[in-house]
């Protein structure tokens, strides 16, 4: 069994919709399918596009190298003479598309000739507030219709959280739900935690369209006083700059907080992944709108896997697997108050008593995240759906 994946999105790494796509390509090919992806954009600078690469037993190739105004606006024409192409020279069993409005219309219609399935990744949900134009941003408009009106049409969808699930089902569409899988026997982990009397905390990824609140977290550290000198805070993704944005331009408050947070830009994920496995706790706060619990944070899966505890809110399927004071901290709301209430308690924990909560971060990551507990689900889903059981 061959299928075809567009990635519409950077590939292999860059972005967390990157993780996803590769480690759903191995789970297609845990299940014996033969896996070719194509990918909008590539995140690597030697990438040629329209090369086929080889990669952890499965092939792909990129259509652009970079992800301009102009190369987006070509974008959905190249993604679909790819397809095509690929298409008329190589028999195909079945199509899994990422989200991709750009595309679907003419993509639906080229399968549905060819009596080809089409399957729907389903990751995200944008709220307006993402976007600089809001509701008037031309994406935003057309991602939301086709979720509203047009994913369900394809033959199943792959949904990442409960909400998008209940969504397509309301809709009438075949519906699985996976959340953020990984390769647990790839991925690194320590149980150790900080030698010294510090609590060593990071924070990774894209705060764009304030889909993280880092004013919360920076407060809550302000409002410990002399304590906060115990706190460690490894930011990596975000510049300066940008984190000035997300707290409302309050320059003085990051100065205040200057000696206890660390603002790294964006760095190598190994980097980042080094970090983490050194961390005592990964803390993340995010608002309770739409686009947070559509998607199913990739951060917190990584960090339990790689034996760190989280200290967040609930949003998305988190209250799942989140246990406080077993694998991590549920902050009961966005508030500065609720965070550093949840610091005084982190701080008051011993050494062994952090090891204990990272032996459980880890062990939660094995038992849910691991793509092969998922191997299964997915192989009936598919195969029910080709053979037209459902």
């Known amino acids: 069994m061959r299928i075809l994946f567009y990635v519409d999105t950077i590939f292999p790494y860059g972005a967390a919709w990157s993780s996803r796509a590769r480690q759903f390509a191995k789970l297609l090919k845990f299940i014996d399918y033969d896996v070719h992806i194509i990918a909008a954009y590539s995140s690597e600078e030697s990438t040629i596009p329209d090369k086929v690469y080889n990669y952890e037993g499965y092939t792909y190739q990129v259509i652009k190298k970079r992800a301009g105004k102009i190369d987006r606006l070509i974008k959905p024409y190249m993604a679909m003479k790819q397809i095509s192409e690929y298409l008329k020279s190589n028999k195909v069993d079945a199509v899994l598309s ?3 409005p750009d ?21 995200e949900w944008l709220d307006k507030k993402n976007f600089k134009l809001g509701k008037f941003d031309p994406y935003y408009i057309k991602l939301n219709r086709s979720i509203k009106h047009k994913f369900h049409k394809s033959t199943g969808i792959i949904a990442i959280s409960t909400l998008l699930e209940n969504h397509y089902i309301n809709k009438g569409a075949k519906v699985i739900r996976i959340p953020t899988i990984l390769d647990m026997q790839q991925t690194d982990y320590s ?6 009397e510090k ?17 919360p977290i920076f407060k809550a550290i302000d409002m410990l006083g002399p304590l906060s000198k ?8 975000p510049s300066e700059k940008a984190i000035i944005e997300n707290i409302d331009k309050d320059s003085d408050m990051l100065k205040r907080v200057s000696k206890s947070v660390k603002i790294h830009g964006r760095v190598h994920q190994l980097i980042v ?9 990964m ?23 790689a034996g760190t505890p989280v200290i967040t809110n609930i949003t998305s399927d988190i209250g799942k697997y989140l246990i406080n004071g077993e694998n991590g901290y549920i902050v009961k709301d966005t508030s500065e108050e609720s965070v550093a209430e949840v610091l005084m308690e982190v701080m008051k924990l011993s050494k062994d008593e952090i090891e204990r ?31 037209n059981i459902i």
Request: charged residues 30%.
């Open 98 to 100: 990422t989200r991709c």
């Open 199 to 215: 609590i060593r905390l990071v924070f990774a990824g894209n705060i764009g369209g304030k889909k993280e609140l880092m004013s």
């Open 357 to 387: 909560m990272k032996t459980r971060a880890r062990d939660t990551a094995e038992k849910a995240f691991d793509y092969r507990n998922y191997a299964d689900t997915l192989k009936y889903f598919l195969w029910f759906l080709v053979i």
């Open 273 to 281: 992944n080094q970090h983490l496995m050194k961390a005592d706790f």
């Open 230 to 237: 115990r706190i460690e805070l490894n930011i990596f993704g």
């Open 191 to 196: 149980l150790n935690a900080s030698a010294d």
């Open 283 to 305: 803390i993340f706060i995010r608002p309770d709108r739409k686009s947070s619990n559509a998607w199913f944070p990739t951060k917190f899966a990584e960090s339990l896997a």
């Open 103 to 123: 595309i679907f219309d003419n993509l639906y219609k080229l399968l549905d000739e060819r009596e080809i399935p089409l399957y729907i990744e389903q990751c």
